[in-house]
């Protein structure tokens, strides 16, 4: 099946400062890439829809300017936490889909820990 | 706006029992449902996918099933291992691929 590569897997960083997370489809061209957020026990919360080549769309009560989301290829999006806080804290997972057969089995990255100390 | 809800939220049983995980959704306007099962800090695995136009989905023994028009959706997970402890979330996908997901539900088999 399609693969999402998510990278990193786990980062801690200081208070203030950026974290970029990478998404890479693999074998697909990933048109469309879905950001979401975890806290613990929780379920996930949709942040944001990035298409390729535009602005990412992003869900009521999600900053924009704090999380910059790029999708500049079909293959690649990144999601960028600004000046991060404690309260960013969370998992953080990428989804998309093989355009060639739309609203079938979402494909998901691996997840990334976010610790902000 | 969608909403998803499962129950129960939290189950504990004893290995080999058959067991039932329910989903519910607000809006019947869906174009498939996804049953996921997620282990503690990792990722998504992606369990079983039901089309609207499918009442049923069966791999080993997971059975899913869909009611599109009642708004639900039941996993059946038949003779439980201490291996299928995890965490199972639904989701549901309507006409913009968005997943909504639901609340989950944390299982846990002890031997």
């Known amino acids: 099946g399609a693969v999402v590569s998510q990278h990193p897997s786990w980062v801690i960083c200081k208070s203030g400062t950026s974290v970029k997370i990478e998404c890479r489809s693999l074998?697909?061209?990933?048109?469309?890439m879905f950001w979401y957020r975890q806290f613990p026990k929780q379920s996930l919360m949709l942040m944001a829809t990035s298409n390729e080549g535009s602005k990412a769309t992003y869900e009521q009560g999600v900053e924009k300017d704090k999380f910059l989301i790029n999708h500049a290829s079909l293959t690649l999006s990144t999601l960028t936490v600004t000046s991060a806080h404690p309260e960013d804290s969370s998992f953080y997972i990428c989804s998309s889909f093989d355009r060639a057969r739309p609203f079938t089995e979402a494909f998901f990255g691996q997840g990334t820990r976010l610790t902000v100390v | 706006k969608q909403e998803v809800t499962q129950i129960p939220a939290a189950l504990s049983v004893p290995e080999g029992e058959n067991l039932v995980l329910n989903c519910s959704f607000t809006d019947s306007a869906i174009y498939n449902l996804q049953w996921f099962r997620q282990d503690p800090g990792k990722g998504l695995t992606s369990l079983l996918l039901i089309q609207s136009s499918q009442r049923e989905q069966t791999s080993g023994r997971l059975n899913a099933s869909l009611d599109k028009s009642s708004g639900r959706s039941t996993l059946y997970i038949a003779a439980s291992q201490p291996g299928d402890s995890a965490t199972y979330l639904c989701a549901v996908t309507g006409n913009t691929d968005k997943l909504i997901f639901g609340t989950g539900t944390r299982l846990q088999v002890f031997p």
């Open positions: 074998d697909f061209q990933a048109t469309t």
